[in-house]
């Protein structure tokens, strides 16, 4: 989407090195989600932001959204094999909770052993 | 345990025929779900909205009378592969509020 942009669109990295992705939107958000996915299965939920400057982290995915709410970025430290796979932002443009997602066009994390 | 579940998880079809796949909300109401496709190393994209009790709507270049959507009651949405064709062969999701279901891989001969 025109959008969202994510970048970069793939990444190699050696085991234990640390990793950024980012999403940027035209628009302000009401939330932005980061999912992983290995195509043709579902997709894991990471993490929402919501509010301008939030950080979260889980073990060692950290992802932020920046004070404008237009641009996200999720770093992975220390990153392992397991991390291997495709992460996604979903946008959220839209108020209420149906919650309609604008994805980004994925990034394909490859970790070397 | 899942939220949001996904009939068939995957199907191989002949071309020419129509293969429909459910989508369920099961813990909660949804007056509208989403449909998306993904193709391989491919993002997912959105092709339409399907609300309850109403015409679902669709994303610009989704035909309407290929993919019928049926959204016949609060917790089930239905996306019918009209006369599928090889190009139809996809990984399709469904998802409400933020919860997505597992997809489902369509594979047409």
């Known amino acids: 989407s025109q959008e969202l942009e994510q970048s970069p669109q793939s990444l190699i990295v050696q085991e234990g090195k640390n990793l950024t992705i980012n999403c940027t939107s035209s628009k302000t958000l009401y939330g932005l989600y980061w999912y992983k996915q290995k195509y043709g299965e579902g997709l894991i939920f990471l993490m929402m932001l919501q509010k301008g400057g939030e950080e979260k982290s889980h073990e060692k995915i950290t992802a932020k959204l920046d004070e404008k709410k237009q641009q996200s970025s999720l770093h992975i430290t220390a990153s392992q094999p397991s991390h291997a796979g495709i992460y996604l932002c979903?946008?959220?443009?839209?108020?209420?909770?149906?919650?309609?997602?604008?994805f980004g066009s994925g990034t394909q994390l490859t970790v070397l052993p | 345990g899942a939220v949001v579940s996904q009939h068939p998880s995957w199907v191989i079809c002949k071309s020419g025929t129509s293969v429909k796949i459910e989508c369920r909300s099961l813990d909660f109401q949804a007056t509208t779900m989403f449909w998306y496709r993904q193709f391989p190393k491919q993002s997912l994209m959105l092709m339409a909205t399907?609300?309850?009790?109403?015409?679902?709507?669709?994303e610009q270049g989704v035909e309407k009378d290929k993919f019928l959507i049926n959204h016949a009651s609060l917790t089930l949405s239905t996306l019918t592969v009209t006369s599928a064709h090889p190009e139809d062969s996809s990984f399709y999701i469904c998802?409400?509020?933020?919860?997505f279901g597992p997809g489902t891989r369509l594979l047409v001969l």
């Open positions: 979903g946008a959220d443009f839209f108020s209420g909770s149906a919650r309609q997602l604008t």
């Open positions: 998802s409400a509020r933020s919860y």
């Open positions: 399907s609300n309850e009790g109403s015409k679902a709507t669709y």
